[in-house]
């Protein structure tokens, strides 16, 4: 028996990964030592290690002295990390993560500057740049060493402290993409300043989310604090993006970091978002159609009498609140069918059965494997007429 | 001070991973329990996982029922997994790593056939076909749970039992890939009886390597049993792709798996043979190019002093026992130019300082971070005249 002759042989390892996320206000002043520490701790002897930047266009619009800032940082440093030439500047927002070109101009750039497994691309900007970038630096050379700056409230406290990254592919979110830690994280919390409010706003969705599903105590917080949140309130949201990206960097590490398993528990409210923001075209900001996608499954969890009204009003007023609408037209009657497509698509995103995370009280999540469409429709018909 | 109030987060994970590599023949026989046990394993109440079957052109040429012995299998295990309507096949050989629009292809087939990340994708071929869908398995959905039946004595003893996957990008060797162990492996030893007499042979030069740098024994063994080996002894061959493979599979456990250190001790002979696999645009397979790569960086390792010429000539007299060329007119001296930049490119791939092995003894190797070019000349002059 061959079998015998040669047993089979495992392979049994774990990988290890380390990485922080540090807070700081104007992370490219010459007298900010976040970055430069952190370059520092990683020097090798007689090595000088290449830094490849990608700045969003957006954050550059709103900064128009920041590649000059970055390149005077860099100066100082050029005995430890060298910038390439050129820094490069591309479109923000999800459009990036639509079209490949892109992408392959990033390969492209680590190409030609010559990136190699050991040096850092750093990338600066919202979680769609940090999601391309990230793609970009998992896939080339098996994966170079990648620091995020994240810019805007929903990368600082969501995409841009995990470990995902990705872009879309024939009309869906994230088809292509990797699990691939980044070496280091920086907020900067003074790029939250120049948020214009759609953005600032957006972002404290996943907040929401986390607290509805994980922490009741940090709801109550972000209920009270309503209205200085709405009202651009830089300590009151630099505090919620601390606890946000606390909540989800634990929820990473203690958990199933790679998702080998079948559920997503942090996902609340994003299988309606997902597919919101394909039949806006991108219209909606994520966070806009995560809001209207809890706004769905708080009713609906009402509807399934996992909630009381009380709660469900509750969730319904903060969102408000802060700002957020919980309903869209693409929800409607003539739409439901497209919004009905969005569960199988989800279902086969997560692979497996079809997991949906509902609410059993706030700060209570509970998973169920189906989707009862009749509700679903008189959830949808109740946020219409709210 | 805005870092007291907001401390930094630290993420810190380990991520488990576990596979094993069964060795078996004639494993699409429908009494053959081997995959169908581990699909059964795997099994998750009240679903059906999908499967889709990628297979290398070459091997079905060889083997015209495949495809039909492939479908009967699954018919037996059609409650548990479903293969996909149809098997696809793909050219074998480095060629399918150079041409971007099979990967596309491939992608393509992953969201047409809605294989998500608890089904299946199952590789079955050379080397290079494993690269390929490996690196299409590792970046759809951010990662399809993979099955590597490898079919060639290259892929059964090393890369197809390890933990990348890669395609070519632009002229450069795997630029583009990931680190992506398989959930597992089958190496059907009665492939290997189709193989040509080309195939058969560079299989074995990672044998070799690895027995130079690590494994004496296993080089005496590869010694005393030349001339079985070339004669096609297929016991032989299969002791010799087992022990390969458990040496290249504990080196990855009990090392650095995906590489985030800098150097990469199981590559003796491999920097010469990257370049030289470009500069024959690959009518050399992987494994004649590493041969000669073995060949140069023994000689070399001799005229650096760390060699005898007892050991030295004792490896080229295997080589050459085995059917190896340890000599091609790509080295020679007008194309030495070339091969300098081979060295420029393997530290680029690499990251950070230039690293190579050399031999110190059978079985001993010894790490460097420069080649002196004079030496390397007269190395290369020295194969050329044997």
Chains 1, 2 share one sequence.
């Not at 830094?51 to 440093?77: M, R, W």
């Not at 040096?119 to 620091?147: E, P």
Request: charged share 25%; with cysteine.
């Amino acid at each position: 028996m061959i079998e015998d002759s040669f047993p089979p042989l495992l392979s049994e390892f774990q990988v290890p990964y380390r990485y922080t996320v540090q807070f700081t206000k104007g992370i490219f002043q010459i007298q900010n030592p976040c970055l430069r520490q952190f370059l520092i701790s990683e020097r090798k002897e007689g090595t000088v290690k290449k830094a490849l930047v990608v700045l969003d266009e957006g954050l550059v619009a709103h900064h128009p002295n920041l590649i000059a800032e970055i390149k005077t940082y860099f100066q100082s440093l050029d005995l430890i990390v060298q910038l390439t030439s050129d820094i490069v500047v591309v479109p923000g927002g999800e459009d990036c993560k639509n079209d490949p070109k892109l992408w392959e101009s990033l390969v492209d750039a680590v190409d030609t500057y010559g990136i190699d497994r050991h040096s850092y691309i750093i990338a600066i900007g919202g979680g769609a740049v940090l999601d391309l970038v990230g793609y970009v630096a998992a896939v080339s050379h098996r994966g170079i060493r990648l620091v995020r700056i994240p810019t805007t409230v929903l990368s600082q406290n969501d995409s841009g402290v995990g470990v995902k990254n990705g872009i879309n592919y024939k009309g869906k979110k994230n088809f292509l993409g990797s699990f691939a830690p980044p070496v280091a994280v920086f907020n900067d919390l003074l790029f939250l300043e120049s948020l214009d409010d759609r953005d600032w706003r957006s972002g404290m969705a996943e907040a929401i989310k986390v607290s509805l599903i994980k922490d009741k105590d940090f709801f109550l917080w972000i209920e009270s604090n309503a209205e200085a949140l709405r009202n651009r309130n830089l300590e009151k949201m630099s505090y919620l993006v601390h606890r946000c990206a606390k909540l989800h960097m634990d929820h990473i590490a203690k958990g199933d970091p790679f998702e080998f398993g079948s559920s997503r528990p942090l996902d609340f409210g994003h299988w309606a978002a997902h597919k919101l923001e394909y039949l806006t075209e991108f219209s909606l900001r994520h966070g806009e159609a995560v809001a209207i996608g809890m706004a769905l499954d708080t009713v609906y969890s009402y509807q399934k009498n996992l909630l009381t009204e009380g709660d469900r009003d509750r969730i319904l007023s903060v969102l408000k609140k802060l700002g957020f609408a919980i309903y869209h037209p693409q929800l409607s009657e003539k739409e439901k069918t497209n919004l009905y497509l969005g569960l199988q698509e989800f279902r086969e995103h997560l692979g497996g059965r079809l997991t949906i995370m509902l609410l059993a009280g706030i700060g209570v999540a509970k998973e169920v494997h189906e989707i009862d469409l009749n509700t679903l429709a008189s959830s949808v018909d109740f946020l219409a007429d709210l």
